[in-house]
Nanobody, 126 residues
Framework: QLQLVESGGGLVQPGGSLRLSCAASGFTLDGYPIGWFRQAPGKEREGVSCIRHGDAITYYADSVKGRFTTSRDNANNTVYLQMNSLKPEDTGVYYC???????????????????WGKGTLVTVSS
């Protein structure tokens, strides 16, 4: 059974850091593009970062570029999202997801996603 499990969320002060993990079971993460999405209260879910299968090329939304880093550990079948210099507007539920498509200029669209994790809450507040 295919499963994605996110962890690492929590409460952090502005300027702080968190590292989210997305552990996969039932399939090999390296075989698919993987996206990190977030949904802030009252807002639509948006892609913030994604990593391509194979060569691990990454893409970042402008809002997180230079602050977030996505990486993949094939040995542990896990994708990470390192988040630095966090801002209150980074608050939301963060989801990892398997995509059926890769784009060169943006993360996968929501309708490209057949499998989602359940999410982990990140709250940036003083």
């Amino acid at each position: 059974q295919l499963q994605l499990v996110e962890s690492g969320g929590g409460l952090v002060q502005p300027g702080g850091s968190l590292r989210l993990s997305c552990a996969a079971s039932g399939f090999t993460l390296d075989g698919y593009p993987i996206g990190w999405f977030r949904q802030a209260p009252g807002k639509e879910r948006e892609g913030v970062s994604c990593i391509r299968h194979g060569d691990a090329i990454t893409y970042y939304a402008d809002s997180v570029k230079g602050r977030f880093t996505t990486s993949r550990d094939n040995a542990n079948n896990t994708v990470y999202l390192q988040m630095n210099s966090l801002k209150p507007e980074d608050t939301g539920v963060y989801y990892c997801a398997v995509s059926t498509r890769w784009y060169i200029d943006h993360c996968p669209n929501l309708n490209d996603i057949p499998y989602w994790g359940k999410g982990t809450l990140v709250t940036v507040s003083s």
